[in-house]
């Protein structure tokens, strides 16, 4: 029997997608295994999200709706990382999640303490726009020089052991876009196993936020990031 999982999923203002996509989630879940759980973070919606969540899972004890005040994609993923009681806990996004990559994730349990879905990764199919790729190049290039990270992509689904994420998911500052990045990166330098698996990625819907108005903010943070590490292995406070 695979280890227990608990995937976790930010939403927010989802109310007309999830009567389409919380049938393919559950169908996922049974998929990977009985010890399958997923919890919807809900986190400041303006319209019925945390209603027609709470009406979908209905009595299906596998499926928990967890509402935050304020929209934030990255500390609902944190609060809902922390909030899981399983072996290992996961993130996903509602219409991008794999069954198949959550149990190859676990297959490695013995052997990793955290796997990523890579899109660049040898054998990664990405089936997205070429701005959208060229953006996740871009993205993975600053990882590189600016926190000489060596995984190819933190961006997307992940696996992570529930230890990880007690010990290092309190270190982390960055909210919104950059959690998980800085979640791996400090994983990372933690001396954590870290496995990639090649990812397919094709958009089910039009991407929803802003590309470019992402990028501005995507660079503040890392640089944050990238100073806030630094002043930590200082000894000072960033």
């Known amino acids: 029997m695979p280890p227990s999982l608990t995937v976790v999923v930010p939403i927010h203002n989802e109310a007309g997608f999830l009567p389409e996509a919380l049938p393919r989630l559950r169908a996922a879940l049974d998929r990977v295994g009985p010890g ?6 809900e986190n400041g919606s303006t319209d019925d999200t ?8 209905g009595d299906d004890r596998r499926i928990m709706v967890l509402r935050l005040p304020t929209p934030d994609y990255g500390a609902a993923m944190r609060d809902a990382f922390l909030a899981a009681h399983s072996e290992w806990v996961a993130n996903v996004d509602i219409d991008y999640f794999s069954a198949e990559f959550l149990s190859a994730a676990l297959a490695l349990a013995d052997e990793a303490d955290v796997v990523l879905a890579s899109k660049r990764a040898p054998g990664a199919v990405d089936r997205r726009g070429p701005i959208r ?4 190049y871009a993205f993975n290039l600053l990882l590189r020089m600016l926190l000489r990270s060596r995984v190819s992509d ?4 992940k696996v992570i052991r529930s230890t990880v994420i007690a010990e290092i998911a309190p270190l982390v500052t960055s909210t919104k876009d950059l959690f998980d990045t800085e979640l791996v990166i400090r994983a990372e330098r933690a001396g954590y196993r870290i496995k990639e698996i090649p990812a397919v990625v094709e958009e089910l819907r039009t991407t929803r936020s802003s590309l470019f108005k992402r990028v501005p903010r995507t660079l503040r943070g890392l640089w944050r990031i990238r100073r806030t590490l630094r002043a930590e292995a200082r000894g000072k406070k960033p």
């Open 36 to 41: 399958t759980t997923a919890i919807l973070a």
């Open 154 to 157: 933190t961006h997307g689904m």
């Open 133 to 136: 790729r060229l953006a996740t």
């Open 50 to 57: 945390a209603g027609v969540a709470a009406r979908l899972a």
